[in-house]
């Protein structure tokens, strides 16, 4: 069965960085285009970032454009969002999971909170 396992989120003031990890499991990791999704309260799932199954092409929504840099190990089957100058508006619980279609496989996400 298909596992995502997030982990790296935290507690930090306004301009502080973060990285986050996911290990994803039960899937042939080297064909899975990846991305990291986030939900704030009372919203909707949104794209953060996404990387291509060979890591070239790489996209990130206009909000964290210049703050946040996707990356993948295939070997370790590992997804990355190194993510710096944080916001408040980047509170929210981050996932990752398959893209652009996303499997029904969500893991409990990592928790952000950006906050002085």
């Known amino acids: 069965q298909v596992q995502f396992v997030e982990s790296g989120g935290g507690q930090v003031q306004p301009g502080g960085s973060l990285r986050l990890s996911c290990v994803a499991s039960?899937?042939?990791?080297?064909?899975?285009?990846m991305g990291w999704y986030r939900q704030a309260p009372g919203k909707q799932r949104e794209l953060v970032a996404s990387?291509?199954?060979?890591?070239?092409?790489?996209n990130y929504a206009d909000s964290v454009k210049g703050r946040f840099t996707i990356s993948r190990n295939n070997a370790a089957q590992t997804t990355n969002l190194q993510m710096n100058s944080l916001k408040p508006e980047d509170t929210a619980v981050y996932y990752c999971?398959?893209?652009?279609?996303?499997?029904?496989?969500w893991g409990q996400g990592t928790q952000v909170t950006v906050s002085s």
């Open positions: 999971n398959t893209f652009p279609s996303t499997t029904p496989y």
């Open positions: 039960g899937l042939d990791f080297r064909f899975a285009n």
């Open positions: 990387i291509s199954n060979g890591g070239m092409t790489i």
